[in-house]
């Protein structure tokens, strides 16, 4: 065989198109368009207005869930009492007695067993003379409930009420002579008893008591009923009365004084 002719077949063999194969159209494999996204037709809600929407209504579920559990919460605590306070540690000084600020009597003393009786202190004392005896005795009654430690101590307790109008002013004028001379004016209670007296009662205490009781000034007002009998009782032995008990009749109101 001629070598050029072989070549030129196997050339012509190489450049002929494939045999075509006739193929049944049943199995032929059928291709769907790719599916196009709602998002992307025409006056569909974009991607972004999709999660923000997703985004609030989580957070609506989130606020009702919580709303939910505080409303448990609270009827949780309505049915249960508090939880008890954690316990105290023990006092260093379990036997050690309370302390003298407690107390109701003055600092510079301690009540004696006397304090038990019904004496009210004296109230606020502004030195006017209508009223200085009747002050004075409150004050002598209530002090013989009290211990004091001394003389000075007792007499700086009475001037402790020494608060308002002339007796403001003389209180002031005891302190400048402490500081003036170093030493109190008084060394004893007597001493300060007479100065009181002889600065706060000029007139004769029987003449004052009775003044004070028949006056249409003598009330209790916000003084206590001990006070007030206390008082009431001192005005009588001032002013020399001697009252037989009252006997009162069958008729609670219309009581009988019998001399």
């Known amino acids: ?23 049944d159209s049943s199995s032929t494999p059928q291709f769907s368009p790719p599916s196009v996204s709602s998002a992307s037709l025409p006056g569909s809600p974009t991607m972004s207005e999709a999660f923000d929407a997703r985004l609030a209504h989580l957070e609506q579920a989130s606020q009702s869930q919580s709303k939910q559990l505080t409303e448990i919460l609270a009827t949780l605590q309505g049915r249960n009492p508090p939880p ?24 510079s003393h301690h009540s004696s067993g006397a304090s038990h009786a019904k004496a ?6 502004d030195g006017q003379h209508a009223n200085s005896q009747v002050w004075w005795t409150s004050a002598i009654i209530y002090a013989s409930t009290v211990h004091f430690k001394d003389d000075i ?8 009420y020494f608060q308002t109008g002339h007796a403001a002013t003389y209180c002031q004028s005891l302190i400048n002579y402490g500081h003036l001379y170093g030493s109190s004016c008084f060394d004893t209670w007597r001493e300060f008893e007479a100065e009181f007296i002889k600065e706060f009662m ?12 028949e006056g249409v000034s003598y009330f209790q007002g916000t003084a206590s009923v001990e006070k007030y009998v206390d008082n009431f009782h001192a005005l009588i032995t001032m002013a020399g009365l001697n009252i037989e008990p009252v006997l009162y009749s069958m008729n609670p109101t219309a009581p009988t004084i019998k001399a």
């Open 120 to 125: 009210s202190p004296p109230g606020i004392f």
């Open 202 to 213: 000029p007139e004769d205490e029987h003449t004052q008591a009775s003044l004070t009781l």
């Open 84 to 107: 008890p306070p954690p316990p105290q540690p023990p006092s260093q000084h379990p036997t050690r007695p309370p302390s003298s600020a407690s107390s109701s009597t003055p600092p």
């Open 153 to 160: 101590a007792k007499i700086m307790w009475v001037l402790s």
């Open 1 to 23: 065989m001629n070598t050029s002719e072989s070549d030129s077949d196997s050339t012509h063999t190489a450049l002929a198109p494939p045999p075509t194969v006739p193929q």
